[in-house]
Each structure stands twice: as C-alpha cells, then as structure tokens.
C-alpha cells in the first residue's frame, strides 16, 4: 500500500482489497493471491467513513461485502449488466480516467456453486433466506436459471421465519443470510426436514465449510453447495476486471482445490491406541501444520487425567467434556486434530467434526491395541467387543480407512495424498 498527504492528513492507497464494516477471518487475500498478481488488502470501513472513502477514490479496484452491496451504488459512475439488473454491487474498479466502475460478480460466483453442487432450480420453487444484497443476487441467478417460483424470506416481510413453513413445498431452499457462521457454528435458520420436496440447498456461508444448514441438506440426501466456490469463483471475474485479463475455469478450480485443502481439518478417529496421536503428529508436521489432540485438551481443561474423569465421574461426564472440547476444536480450520476411541459415539459429535473436517479412521488388529492407561479397554477380551460395537459408527463417519502396519513415516504421507486428493 502506498502513502499519500491529502492537505496535512496521511491517507493510505489501497490497490486493491476488500471493504465491509466487519470482516474478520477472510480467505480473499489468499484467493486473490492465488489468481493473479497484485496487493490485495482488507480495510474495515464505518458507514460514517464510508463516503469519505468513496469520494477519495484512494483504490484501483475493491470487493465490496455486508452491509454496503447496496450503498455504493450512488458513487457508481456507471454500471454492469449484472449490478444494474440486480441492483447491488459487490465489485468496484477505478478507470483511468477517475471514473467508479460498479458490477456485480457474485451472480456468476453464485451459478458457478450451484452448477458444481448440482443443485438445479429449473421449473422449481424457490425459497431465499436474506433481504440483503446477496439475496437480490440470488433470486435474480435463480429467476434467470429457470425457477418456477422464487420468494425471499426476512424477519420482517410478509413472507418471515414465523410463516415460512407454510411454504413446506419449497423444493430448493438458499440460505444468504450470515447464520451459523463463524464464531456461531451450529446454528440453521430453518428446520430442513420440515420441507418434504427438497431437491437442492445452497449456503453462501464459507466458513465453516459445511453450516449446519448443509449438514442438514447432507443428511437429507439433498444435493447441497457451499459459499467457498462462490467465493472463489466471484473473485476470479473481480480479478478479471480489475487486470483486463481472462483467467481459465482451469486455475480457478486449481485455487479452489488449494484453499479448501488449506483450510480444511485432517481429523482422524479409530480405536484406542490405533496410532491417532503418532500419525498426527506426523501429518501435521509434513503439512507444516497444529496438531491437536482432543484428549490432552480434555484432560488439561478438567485439571486431571482421563482414568480420573472416569472415575469421578463417570463415562457419561467424560463425554459431556468430549463434546465441548469437539465444539472448539471442529471451529478451527486447518489444523490436524485426533480424537478419542468414543469420539463417535455420541451423534451430536459427527456434525462438530465434519463442519471443517475430512475423516480419516485408523485401524490396527486387536491384539496390537495397548492396554495401559485406557479406562474402557480393561481386556483383549473388552477391546474386541468394543471393536464390534463401534465399528457401525467409525464405518459412517470415516470418508477413508488407513490401516496401520507398517512404517509410520510412508502412512502418514499416504494419509497426507488421499487427504490432498492426489
């Protein structure tokens, strides 16, 4: 970023970037970094700053987010097709002449997350969750993809989260709003299973990757998109308009591919002593990333060991603490996390573990598991019936089985390649 003294006030040129009132933790720069090459900078504006801002004109080009999709579009000197169809912005360029250059390039970033999570509204009826200025976007790609119907639902129109169910035959349902994003994972704004027609569920939540909103979807058997390619391929069209040069389908899939392995979780669950915590710690260290194990941080938060948990109280109590400390852990993205033998055992687990995280179970024969130090596995006797019992739920929660005999350094790396899909 440049400097610059505008009468005796230091201002600072922003090349390009990213303003919104919050943004917090946001993969843009990274994205874009990814695309082409160029600054790219995120800048948290008030509205009170905001037309100061815009009237400098102190930027090249900017992605514009909540809550200011709308609000930019009087300091737009002229318009896209797209932004004057929908009536929102999301993408400014400075021309050469001084000139603000306003368009819209979630419509295409939102088309290309439906396409690619086969989630079709042609000839169906539509419901869009936000009265803001990605849901005009939304409604719009859906009306021009063919919906029977489209209706946007807000906590104030005639169409609210109080009556919302009275539109039970919905058949593809997007969620536009920020509910259940990062810090309050696990939240939905509808009950899914309330709508027996759905065909298709689309997030533009990014982070989690997976809301409780897909989780739902996902359970439902539901086709389902998340707002990580729609991110991502927005920002290819913003980079195209801010360099006047095309970017292929190719790379920006390629982009896509290394940011949703960067920011995804390796977790790994299996029997007591099948290897979780040795292998972990050997993945995070060839992917230069934290380890964590859930059972350290259960044990050091309680301010004793897991045999005293047990005793104290109970397998019941140990569980309770399992969950909180999976709830904390399952908000972070990428990092390598290893669970406890009963990690999957309670349902409300699955969902903390797959919202950031791809699976990976550990088995090892029975009579190689160790004894020493683990309240539950009293026998070889014991561990086999434990095997038995858990192996329903290890088998549905597991996107890949590694089993482990051999050297722990060649395991590790074939985690680490099925983990990167390579």
């Known amino acids: 970023m440049l400097r610059r003294l505008r009468g005796k006030k230091e201002v600072t040129f922003l090349e390009y970037g990213l303003i919104g009132e919050r943004l917090g933790h946001s993969h843009s720069p990274r994205i874009h970094g990814l695309l082409a090459d160029y600054d790219y900078q995120l800048r948290e504006i008030s509205p009170e700053e905001l037309p100061a801002f815009l009237e400098a004109r102190d930027f090249r080009g900017l992605n514009v987010t909540i809550p200011y999709k709308k609000t930019v579009l009087p300091w737009c000197d002229a318009l896209g097709e797209g932004a004057r169809r929908i009536g929102c912005v999301n993408t400014l360029v400075r021309r050469a002449d001084g000139s603000l250059f306003g368009d819209n390039t979630d419509y295409y970033g939102f088309c290309t997350t439906l396409r690619r999570g086969g989630v079709d509204p042609k000839g169906r ?10 849901s005009l976007t939304a409604s719009k790609a859906l009306e021009d993809l063919g919906a029977a119907s489209v209706d946007r639902v807000s906590r104030s129109g005639s169409l609210s989260y109080d009556n919302v169910y009275d539109r039970a035959d919905a058949e593809i349902i997007v969620n536009t709003t920020p509910v259940g994003m990062f810090p309050n994972n696990g939240n939905a704004a509808l009950d899914l299973s309330r709508f027996p027609n759905l065909k ?19 359970a439902l058997g539901a086709p389902h998109a998340g707002g990580l390619p729609m991110l991502v391929a927005q920002a290819k069209r913003a980079a195209e308009l801010f360099t006047g040069e095309t970017i292929s ?15 995804t979780n390796l977790i790994l669950i299996g029997m007591p002593g099948s290897g979780k915590s040795t292998l972990g710690r050997l993945a995070a260290k060839q992917l230069g990333r934290p380890f964590l194990d859930a059972d350290c941080l259960i044990a050091e938060k309680a301010g004793m060991s897991i045999p005293e948990i047990f005793e104290k109280e109970g397998e019941a109590g140990f569980r309770l603490r399992e969950t909180e400390v999976l709830a904390e852990l399952g908000k972070r993205s990428g990092v390598v996390i290893a669970t406890g033998g009963g990690a999957v055992l309670r349902k409300e687990n699955l969902p ?48 890949w089985t590694l089993f482990n005999s051999g050297k722990p350094e060649e395991l590790s790396e074939r985690m680490i390649h099925a983990f990167l899909g390579e």
């Open 200 to 218: 298709g569920v689309a997030d533009v939540v990014y982070n989690p990757l997976k809301t409780a909103f897909l989780l739902q979807a996902e």
């Open 125 to 134: 009826r539509c419901l869009v969750l936000g009265s803001g200025g990605t």
């Open 352 to 399: 903390l573990l797959r919202q950031n995280g791809w699976i990976c179970r550990l088995r090892r024969p029975v009579e190689e598991l160790p004894l020493s130090g683990r309240p539950l596995s009293s026998s070889p006797q014991r561990l086999r019936e434990m095997e038995v019992e858990r192996e329903p739920y290890y088998a549905a929660a597991a996107d």
């Open 249 to 263: 389908e190719e790379k920006m899939e390629a982009v896509l591919r290394k940011v949703q392995a960067d920011v």
